[in-house]
């Protein structure tokens, strides 16, 4: 929209957008005008810098005169004509004063994580680096990250490296979202590349624990006793947790958060919905007799409440747990319990795709075992029902 030359009147007589925004340019200097929008307008300077077209936003129209705001479009323009880039500038403005908590924001926000990852990386990094969180990136240099990583691996292994982690994942998203006119990053590289760089992250020890004496395991978990007064069924609750994790290979979380509208006793199948799954997929599973049996038990319990453990999901039994570990003799983690079913899994000979689905792993490294994967949970009811029989073989044996 054009006409010969702007007056402050025809300014104030614009009226407001009716959706989007509205530009008016002025032919006495080509490249000024107004931007019209729903709420305010803003007088602007257009032109083209190495090519390419650039608006710069000179100011609110309620708060600059017509002629001061042609007077700051000329100095714009003829700033764009030298190839000074008004928005790059700000741009880089901005990458100065981006903050890490501003970074771990935006990180979060958009990639849309799940609640329960969110809450885990935004406390890991405010555990780590919570008197950094109002810090400008810029500052932030590979000497101090360094200093702070062996802080942090003094007190634990697994969260220094988690916390180079989501310090990256953060760092690097700021890093991409910030550059210059020519896409260009503005903030130099991750100052947690340091770690790597110096070879200072201990090599990760992949746990080896399993269960390899079942009657062992069963003799503790029959004759656990628990002294809770406002529990009282906790004891037989944690019993059949416990043996739904081993005989389902289940991780701790997806156990503890099914519904009873995801399980389905006439067809023998639960399904781990997508929300609870880690890798984001669903997954119907077949029940073993025994596994059967278990949900048969549960439902005398809570048929009618929305967890099959009752009116809320399965809670942290770290007293039962104590106790179990004690009368078992030895330190056993829930995962352990997966672990286990795994290596049943693999010495019964299942097929490695086989195990990759009942695990709900993901198959995408991994072209091969991709074409593999069937969705139908009968191709392995066999399995699980000779994992399950393999476990009370070795409970009796």
């Known amino acids: 929209m ?34 019209v929008g729903a709420q305010s307008k803003s007088y602007f300077a257009e032109s083209r810098v190495k090519g390419r077209t650039r608006r710069v936003t000179i100011g609110r129209a309620d708060t600059l005169t017509l002629n001061e705001a042609r007077r700051l479009a000329m100095k ?43 809450t885990t990386y935004r406390n890991t990094m405010r555990r780590e680096f919570g008197d950094w969180l109002n810090m400008e990136l810029r ?3 590979p000497k101090q990250f360094q200093a702070r990583f062996h802080e942090i691996l003094a007190r634990t292994e697994a969260g220094a490296a988690l916390a180079v982690r989501t310090f990256r994942s953060c760092w690097n998203w700021a890093r991409a979202d910030v550059t210059d006119g020519d896409g260009l990053p503005i903030l130099p590289e991750c100052p947690a590349d340091i770690v790597k760089a110096k070879k200072l992250m201990p090599k990760a020890k992949r746990k080896q624990s399993f269960v390899s004496d079942w009657a062992a395991f069963f003799d503790a978990l029959d004759g ?31 156990a503890a958060n099914l519904n009873w509208v995801d399980v389905d006793m006439a067809a023998k199948t639960f399904t781990i919905t997508a929300e609870r799954a880690k890798n984001g997929e669903a997954l119907t599973l077949p029940m073993s007799d025994q596994t059967f049996a278990l949900f048969d038990g549960l439902k ?25 570990r004690k009368a078992l003799g030895w330190p056993v983690n829930f995962h352990d ?12 000979d299942v097929q490695q795709s086989k195990i990759s689905r009942l695990l709900n792993h993901t198959t995408g490294g991994n072209v091969t075992l991709g074409y593999q994967v069937s969705k139908n949970p009968e191709t392995l009811r066999p399995s699980v029902q000779r994992i399950s029989d ?4 070795q409970r009796t044996s």
Do not use: C
């Not at 030359?5 to 009716?18: E, G, I, M, S």
């Not at 406002?230 to 947790?241: E, L, P, Q, V």
């Not at 319990?337 to 010495?347: G, H, N, V």
């Not at 393999?390 to 073989?393: A, K, P, T, V, W």
């Open 2 to 35: 054009a006409m010969p030359k702007l007056t402050a009147q025809y300014v104030r007589d614009l009226p407001p957008a009716v959706s989007g925004q509205t530009l008016v340019t002025d032919d006495a200097l080509p490249g000024f005008g107004v931007r």
């Open 76 to 118: 714009a323009l003829a700033e764009m004509a030298d190839g000074k880039d008004r928005n790059a500038e700000l741009k880089r403005e901005r990458a100065k004063l981006m903050t890490l908590g501003q970074a771990v924001d935006g990180w979060i926000d958009e990639r849309g994580h799940r609640v329960s990852t969110a």
């Open 139 to 141: 500052r932030i240099t």
């Open 224 to 254: 656990l006793e628990t002294s809770s007064n406002r529990h009282a069924d906790a004891g037989n609750m944690f019993k059949m947790f416990m043996e739904l994790l081993a005989r389902t290979g289940m991780r701790m979380s997806e």
């Open 300 to 324: 005398a319990r809570t048929e009618g409440e929305r967890y099959i453990w009752g009116a809320s999901a399965y809670g942290d039994p770290r007293k039962t747990l104590t106790a179990f």
């Open 337 to 348: 319990l997966r672990r286990s079913f795994a290596t049943i899994a693999t010495d019964l």
């Open 390 to 393: 393999f476990i009370d073989q």
